[in-house]
């Protein structure tokens, strides 16, 4: 871990904060490895039960950091190559976190920042977030997952009008695409991320990674697979103390109480 990415966990919610500011949380060596630091703590932490992702001051991330970068245009190949090798490595992790991973989209995102969002299994953004794609502007295409997330969330022809054209997308605009899944006033916005962390945190994990794990690999499915692999799911459900508890409590009438097994 480094200054650049802070990581903060209290009671089972973990928060990991982009923390460079001052170059918009640009992605750097330095934010980058500190990003690989954390998502390999968060795995290894057996009691966190919730993830947020969330940047410091008023922007999530703007992608890569291009002075750091791009530099030394002779060496940009081999810079490149190095660096997405760790970062791809990273997103991947990240995004196959057995627990609820929510971004809380702060501000403005682009390039690799919108990568770090969409990994995210649910998506809140202040009203003050803009998203605008910036590769092909630059010369460069899409890394770190972008494509691949966006195309999940948009569908091609979206994600192509979002990486072609380079338009700036305000949050409503991508909550309505289906970029984010909720969008609130920034007076509001840090209460509303601390009550759906806590939602998260509280409910039932295990089934919760179940059933992502089941969601983020139907697409690749046939339906047979799709439900072998349900199947595999509930029978390992069933062994579980949730089942139990989430039964008992529909049965009392009363909120469920979960904690690990």
Request: proline share 4%; aromatic share 4%.
């Amino acid at each position: 871990m480094n200054e650049a990415v802070k990581l903060q966990v209290r009671d089972g919610v973990a928060t990991v904060l982009l923390n460079r500011p001052e170059a918009g949380n640009a992605i750097d060596d330095t934010l980058g490895n500190g990003l690989i630091r954390a998502v390999e703590q968060l795995e290894k932490d057996e009691d966190i039960r919730a993830v947020v992702l969330t940047g410091s001051g008023n922007t999530f991330c703007v992608g890569g950091d291009m002075k750091a970068s791009l530099s030394d245009f002779d060496r940009l190949p081999a810079i490149l190559a190095a660096s997405l090798a760790d970062l791809n490595r990273m997103i991947s992790r990240l995004a196959r976190l057995p627990v609820p991973v929510l971004a809380a989209v702060n501000g403005p995102l682009g390039g690799g920042g919108i990568a770090l969002a969409l990994a995210a299994d649910l998506v809140m953004a202040s009203s003050t977030a803009k998203l605008r794609g910036g590769y092909t502007g630059i010369g460069l295409c899409p890394d770190v997952g972008t494509s691949w997330f966006l195309t999940r969330r948009l569908g091609v022809g979206k994600a192509k009008r979002v990486l072609f054209l380079n338009e700036s997308l305000d949050a409503e605009t991508c909550r309505e695409w289906g970029l984010f899944d909720f969008v609130h006033p920034p007076e509001r916005f840090p209460a509303e991320v601390e009550a759906m962390a806590r939602r998260l945190a509280d409910g039932a994990t295990g089934a919760l990674a179940l059933t992502k794990r089941l969601l983020d690999g139907a697409s690749e499915n046939s339906l047979e697979a799709q439900l072998a692999a349900e199947r595999d799911g509930m029978i390992l459900a069933g062994h579980g103390a949730e089942v139990r508890e989430g039964v008992t409590a529909f049965l009392e009438k009363r909120v469920p109480r979960y904690c690990k097994d």
